[in-house]
């Protein structure tokens, strides 16, 4: 009984440090239904009230499904540029069929691969975009092409990560942290230098990780298949590295705020959520956003098993957290989900109802409880 108060107490980290020791999260917050009214929305329509030729590089997975719905509401002509793999639009749970009808018959679709640069340079060209949102851009040589097409682009807008800061003892990152160029994320800062260089009118954000329904990274789904299966939920280390989550749609309203805003012009701005969280407080979090009972965490060291290429936790293991006051100041943008609503928002319009992006795998999770089971 003492380890466990102990456990809780260490857990009770100062704000803005989440906490999820508590009671379970109510009936009433896990399966609230909200409309999405993203703050300032209607400050954003006056500031540009033209509409916008707008192109999106991807729109169709999980972050530009979210953008591209709010692009259309505001008036703007919105065209995804994919290879066409996947179905251009999809109806969202919790969407009426009058708000997919509206959505799917304004927005175009442009064919191609983006490393078909011949062809990136001629059909864009043709169209004459005004403003290009990039959502899955990796490399600067993907990007030159764009902006060649372009020439009287008016915004290239950037999606870009928190993963390029170098490590640091001194946490949250901040925009002007030093970068790390041996990051994997290392080509979307030799883009933010092309952008730069070239002298288009660039915004970068960088997310830290992103959540919410259609998420295809294993953020939350990984919990949550272990939370539906009633397994123990491993974890590296002591549990208590701390990291950081943001809402997609909470992102998609950043990336909107963003457009024809004179304070975002070759600006960066880390997005995320208000509060930072442990391991052990996203485990307790996603059990209560799903309504299942309090999780029995296991937790493990790392260096005594050898996993191959698999991956046994979905978060880098480290403090990883970055400071979001700069959107906050300087485009009034505010994260309109607290982790456990949020995470309730991804449960219930998307895990809740069967739909998953990976089936589960258990494989790294009986090498460390087998191994705990033989040392008790």
């Given at each position: 009984?003492?380890a466990?108060?102990?456990l809780k107490i260490?857990?009770?980290?100062?704000?803005p440090?989440?906490?999820?020791?508590?009671?379970?999260?109510?009936?009433?917050?896990?399966k609230r239904?909200?409309?999405?009214?993203?703050r300032?929305?209607r400050i954003?329509?006056?500031?540009?009230?033209?509409?916008?030729?707008?192109?999106?590089?991807g729109?169709t997975?999980?972050?530009?499904?979210f953008?591209?719905?709010?692009?259309v509401?505001?008036?703007?002509?919105?065209?995804l540029?994919?290879?066409?793999k996947?179905?251009?639009?999809?109806?969202?749970?919790?969407?009426?069929?009058?708000?997919?009808?509206?959505?799917?018959?304004?927005?175009?679709?442009l064919?191609g691969?983006r490393m078909?640069?011949?062809?990136?340079?001629t059909?864009l060209a043709?169209?004459?975009y005004?403003v290009?949102?990039d959502?899955n851009?990796?490399?600067a040589v993907?990007?030159e092409?764009?902006?060649?097409?372009?020439?009287?682009?008016?915004?290239?807008?950037?999606?870009s990560?928190?993963?390029?800061y170098l490590k640091?003892?001194?946490?949250p990152h901040c925009?002007s942290d030093?970068?790390?160029?041996?990051?994997?994320h290392?080509?979307?800062l030799?883009?933010e230098?092309?952008?730069t260089?070239?002298?288009?009118n660039?915004?970068?954000?960088?997310?830290?990780y992103?959540?919410?329904?259609l998420?295809?990274?294993?953020?939350?789904?990984?919990?949550?298949?272990?939370?539906k299966?009633?397994r123990?939920i491993?974890i590296?280390?002591?549990?208590?590295?701390?990291?950081?989550l943001?809402h997609?749609k909470d992102?998609?309203?950043?990336f909107?705020?963003?457009l024809?805003?004179?304070?975002a012009?070759?600006?960066?701005?880390?997005?995320?959520?208000?509060?930072?969280?442990?391991?052990d407080?996203?485990?307790?979090?996603?059990?209560?956003?799903?309504g299942?009972p309090?999780?029995?965490?296991?937790h493990?060291n790392?260096?005594?098993?050898?996993?191959g290429?698999?991956?046994?936790?979905p978060?880098r293991?480290q403090h990883?957290?970055?400071s979001?006051?700069?959107?906050r100041?300087?485009?009034?943008?505010?994260?309109?989900f607290?982790?456990v609503?949020?995470?309730a928002?991804?449960?219930?319009?998307?895990?809740g109802?069967?739909?998953f992006?990976?089936?589960?795998d258990f494989?790294?999770?009986?090498?460390i409880?087998?191994?705990?089971l033989?040392?008790?």
């Open positions: 009984m003492a466990t108060a102990s260490s857990l009770l980290l100062p704000s440090i989440s906490d999820f020791s508590g009671a379970a999260v109510s009936i009433s917050t896990q239904r909200r409309s999405w009214q993203p300032g929305a954003q329509v006056s500031a540009a009230a033209d509409s916008k030729n707008i192109l999106v590089m729109g997975r999980f972050i530009g499904v953008l591209s719905r709010l692009l509401k505001e008036g703007h002509q919105v065209t540029f994919t290879r066409g996947a179905p251009i639009t999809q109806q969202l749970p919790g969407e009426s069929d009058a708000e997919y009808a509206e959505f799917s018959s304004k927005v175009q679709h064919k691969d078909d640069f011949e062809f990136v340079k059909s043709a169209k004459g005004d290009v949102y959502i851009g990796r490399e993907e990007v092409p764009i902006i060649e097409a372009l020439p009287n682009l008016e915004q290239y807008i950037y999606c990560s928190a993963g390029v640091s003892d001194l946490l925009e030093a970068v790390d160029p041996k990051s994997r290392k080509g979307k030799e883009t230098s092309l952008l260089s070239r002298g288009v660039w915004t970068s954000i960088r997310p830290v992103i959540y919410g329904p998420n295809y990274n294993p953020v939350e789904e990984w919990f949550f298949h272990r939370l299966a009633g123990p491993p590296p280390g002591a549990g208590n590295q701390i990291t950081q943001g997609v992102l998609a309203t950043a909107n705020l963003v024809g805003n004179p304070k012009s070759q600006q960066i701005f880390n997005i995320s959520g208000a509060k930072y969280v442990t391991f407080g996203l485990a307790r979090a996603c059990a209560k956003a799903g299942f309090e999780p029995e965490l296991v493990y790392p260096k005594d098993f050898d996993f290429k698999k991956k046994a936790f978060f293991d990883f957290f970055a979001i006051e700069k959107a100041r300087e485009l009034g943008w505010t994260p309109q607290d982790l609503e949020g995470l928002d991804s449960y219930n319009l998307d895990f109802r069967g739909t992006r990976k089936a589960a494989t790294t999770d009986d090498m409880l087998g191994k705990k033989a040392t008790v």
